[in-house]
Structures are given as structure tokens and as C-alpha cells.
């Protein structure tokens, strides 16, 4: 395809029959295509191809961008656009899942990206290698470079040290406001980060240990209710993954087509569908009906996995007492969308977090059930794996409020100074803090449990520095 990542379900009749009117289709394809390479349909209309046809002129970009053009005529635009329901943009692509390399050519069901080297010989089969990402999803906006990185991009260098055909100037570039930032290992995946592998196994030059990683994966636990969940009738707000939340019935003067229901995407995906023709088999499902509104809500449901700890209910004129609930609105719809309310059927008040029994080190990632504070220290290596490190409490307890500084101790706070005399990485500035009028008088020793005091051990076995008797009591 050229760029164009749509679904454009065009209807030659309306712009003439016959070849005459498959003319004028592809006509507009070419003239509006490059920008609205994300844009999955619009209504067919000459309305919608004029405004598609103006936002391009104006060269507003990519009006399904995550940050879009903020030019008031580009918005004005944009808002138009939705209105007349012309748009409809696709959820962007996670990192890993929805990303896959290709030295086949490219895969049915992807978009993709060529990635290759001029000065490779025709035996090393590089003309048909590929990094490539779901249609079903946005279009990140990789551009690939086999001349140094692109002005105005982030980019990662894609080098291979054992190949000596010129790899040393070629890169994979994004736009600048991509969620993605990128690393490149060409001796291994990299620990603690989410990598994908590119091989190529007619090259001779060790094309099959070589990793493209993303920089700020972090290891994800369970979603939290409510504290990890969010409503948003503004489109997928930053830092969230989410299930879409529409009523085709609906007019498009009611904005339902950018509402959805969110989790943190540093959580695991609940596994939410949404139906607007009943409840989904197999799946436990809520109801959500406003019944002031005529536009057929008698038939939506939000759907779970059977196993989800999460039992829902609804109540569309106002929160369920003693439940903890997340508002849906939708201020464009007259129909009372002003009090609704999804809550969680199991929720409970939560207790102290008890010393030291509903707390935990873990020194790989967040374990199930349990919420944490993230222990690092910048200057240790890689290789220490201190990235995933994280002191927790159980979930089902309050957070005692801990933070974590590695620059000095937090004002207003009261501090524990975390410290390895033989470690050289600067952790004479690492303290543990909770509030001022916390329960916890914690000390810290690095050689052996304190007598009379409940300990609990800190380890990281990949660090040297005798990190394997530190002990935090209370």
C-alpha cells in the first residue's frame, strides 16, 4: 500500500458510474491519502472528502494523531470532522503484542515498514525484511533511514558491529511524541525490557541474536480498582490502554465515537469487551443502560473474563453506596449522562498495611496482589538489574504512603537512609519515606538483621556489592 492504512468503504455510485467514477475515487485516495493514513472509515459523503481534503491542504498532519496539529484552523477542522462522524480513528499499537518482524516478506493481517541495506548482497535476502505492526492498529509513524537519522525524529541505530556492509548510519526513526522509545542490542535482548528479535538467516554476519527493545517497559501487575481505571469522552488519554465505548444509534452530535473505558497501560489488560448486541458468551458482562436515552442502550454490556476478580455493577442515577465507582459522562448527550456510575460489586474498606507480614521484596517486578514503590539507583549498570526491583505491600491493605528518592531525603517526610558501604554507585542518597504520622519507625542495616526488631531482607543477586545481607526492620 502507499502509506494508506484505511478502510474507506466507497460507494462508486455516488461520484459517477462505471470507470468515470472509480476515477474520481482514486483521484481523492491520492490527494487526501498520505494524511489520513490512520483514519479506519467515514461516512460516504462528499462532506467528509471535502473536509479530509481541506485538513490536507492546510497541512494539518495526521488528524488521529495522539498529539494533533494545534493551529485554531486545524482544529475547527478536526472538530468538524468528528461531528459530521467522518472520523474514526484506530486504538494505537502496544508494545509488544501488537509488533512482529517479518524476513518473508510482510504477514497477512499487518502494516509494515521495509528495513534494508543497499550495500547488502542480493544472497543476504534483505529486500524482503520487514518490521511490521496489526492493521487493526494506528500507524506509529516509523520512518526507516539507511543515511543517518531523520531531522525532527527520535531514532534508534540499528547496528550490527559483525556486518561490514554500512549498517553503521541506518536507523529506525519515530515521531518525536511517540509512547515508544526504542533501544537496539545486537548481542541479546535486554534485560528488564520488553524486545523483539529481527533475524535474517541468510546473512552470514550473526543476524540472529539481535533485539529491539523498548526502553520503558516495566513489568505489569493486575489492574487496581478504582485507582487504576479511568472514563475518559475525550479520546485515549496518555498513559492508558482502552476498550471503546459506542452506540452506533447514537447521533453524531452526541460524541460517543471518542469515549472509552481505560486502564493504566502499566497494568495488565483486564481482557474488557463491549457489545452493543447483548451480553458476550462465555464472558461475565454488566448491563449499562440509561433508560432516559431511546437510542437502543437496552442491549450494552461490558464484558470480563469469567476469572476476572472484578464483579461489576451499574446504576445509571448516581454512585452505589459502600461500592467504589468510576462516573461515565458524556456531556454532548442530553439524555442524562451526568450520573452514571460503574461499580465494583466486591470492594472493601481497606486496613492498615501490618509489619512485616503484609509486606514483601521482590527483585523481579510487581508480584500478584501486591502494590509497591519502585527501588533504584540510576548509576548502578544495567547488568544489576536494579530496574526491577520494588519494595510491596499487599493490595488488599492501604498504601502506607512510601516514596522512594535516590537525590537526599524527602522534606516533610520521615526518611531511612538505604545504604551498601561497598557499593561505589552513589547510594550514600537513597531513602525510603512514608508520611510524617506513619505507624513505621523503620531502620536500615546492611550487614545482618537489628536484634529485637522484625526484618525484612533485600536482595539483588546480580549485583556484586554484597547486596545479599541488607535487612530494612521495624
Known amino acids: 500500500s502507499s502509506g494508506i492504512n484505511a478502510e474507506w468503504p466507497l460507494r462508486p455510485g455516488k461520484f459517477g458510474k462505471g470507470i468515470l467514477g472509480m476515477f474520481r475515487i482514486t483521484l481523492i485516495l491520492l490527494f487526501i491519502g498520505a494524511s489520513v493514513g490512520v483514519v479506519e472509515a467515514c461516512k460516504n459523503d462528499k462532506k467528509c472528502y471535502k473536509l479530509f481534503a481541506k485538513y ?3 497541512d494539518c498532519g495526521d488528524p488521529c494523531a495522539d498529539v494533533p496539529n494545534n493551529k485554531k484552523k486545524c482544529q475547527k477542522l478536526l472538530v468538524k470532522l468528528k461531528k459530521k462522524n467522518c472520523l474514526r480513528c484506530k486504538e494505537p499499537a502496544v508494545w509488544p ?9 510482510q504477514p497477512d493481517g499487518y502494516n509494515c515498514i521495509q528495513i534494508r541495506e543497499p550495500a547488502e548482497p542480493a ?12 492493521n487493526t492498529r494506528r500507524d506509529p509513524g516509523f520512518k526507516w533511514s539507511y543515511a543517518g537519522p531523520i531531522a525532527g525524529m527520535k531514532c534508534t541505530r540499528i547496528l550490527e558491529t559483525a556486518d561490514p556492509h554500512t549498517w553503521a548510519d541506518n536507523y529506525l526513526c519515530l515521531p518525536q511524541n511517540s509512547p515508544h522509545n526504542l533501544r537496539w542490542n545486537s548481542a541479546g535482548k535486554i534485560n528488564g525490557k520488553a524486545c523483539i528479535q529481527w533475524r535474517e538467516p541468510a546473512d552470514p554476519h550473526t543476524w540472529h541474536d539481535n533485539w529491539l527493545c523498548k526502553d520503558n517497559f516495566k513489568p505489569k501487575g493486575p489492574a487496581e480498582w478504582p485507582q487504576d481505571f479511568r472514563w475518559s469522552n475525550a479520546g485515549i488519554p496518555s498513559g492508558y490502554d482502552c476498550v471503546q465505548i459506542k452506540e452506533p444509534a447514537e447521533p453524531s452530535g452526541h460524541t460517543w465515537n471518542d469515549n472509552f473505558f481505560c486502564w493504566r497501560d502499566i497494568r495488565e489488560n483486564p481482557g474488557f469487551r463491549w457489545s452493543y448486541a447483548g451480553p458476550i458468551a462465555g464472558m461475565k458482562c454488566t448491563r449499562i443502560l440509561e433508560t432516559a436515552d431511546p437510542h437502543t442502550w437496552t442491549d450494552n454490556y461490558l464484558c470480563l473474563p469469567q476469572n476476572s476478580p472484578h464483579n461489576l455493577r451499574w446504576n445509571s442515577a448516581g454512585k452505589i453506596n459502600g461500592k467504589a465507582c468510576i462516573q461515565w459522562r458524556e456531556p454532548a448527550d442530553p ?7 460503574l461499580c465494583k460489586d466486591n470492594f472493601k474498606p481497606k486496613g492498615p498495611a501490618e509489619w512485616p507480614q503484609d509486606f514483601r521484596w521482590s ?3 510487581i508480584p500478584s496482589g501486591y502494590d509497591c514503590v519502585q527501588i533504584k539507583e540510576p548509576a548502578e549498570p544495567s547488568a544489576h538489574t536494579w530496574n526491577d526491583n520494588f519494595f510491596c505491600w499487599r493490595d488488599i491493605r ?6 522512594w528518592s535516590h537525590a537526599g531525603p524527602v522534606n516533610g517526610m520521615k526518611c ?3 545504604l551498601e558501604t561497598a557499593d561505589p554507585h552513589t547510594w ?7 508520611p510524617k504520622y506513619s505507624h513505621l519507625n523503620m531502620a536500615w542495616n546492611s550487614a545482618r538483621k537489628i536484634p529485637g526488631k522484625a526484618c525484612m531482607r533485600w536482595v539483588e543477586p546480580a549485583d556484586p556489592h554484597t547486596w545479599k545481607d541488607n535487612w530494612l526492620c521495624n
Request: include cysteine; proline fraction near 2%.
Open 56 to 58: 490536507e491542504k492546510m
Open 97 to 105: 503484542d501488537d509488533f512482529r518482524w517479518s524476513n518473508a516478506g
Open 123 to 134: 544472497s543476504h535476502t534483505w529486500n524482503d525484511n520487514y518490521f511490521c505492526w496489526k
Open 335 to 341: 439524555h442524562t449522562w451526568n450520573d452514571n456510575w
Open 363 to 365: 527483585n523481579a517486578g
Open 398 to 403: 492501604e498504601n502506607p504512603g512510601f516514596r
Open 416 to 418: 531511612t537512609r538505604i
Open 428 to 434: 550514600t542518597d537513597n531513602y525510603l519515606c512514608v
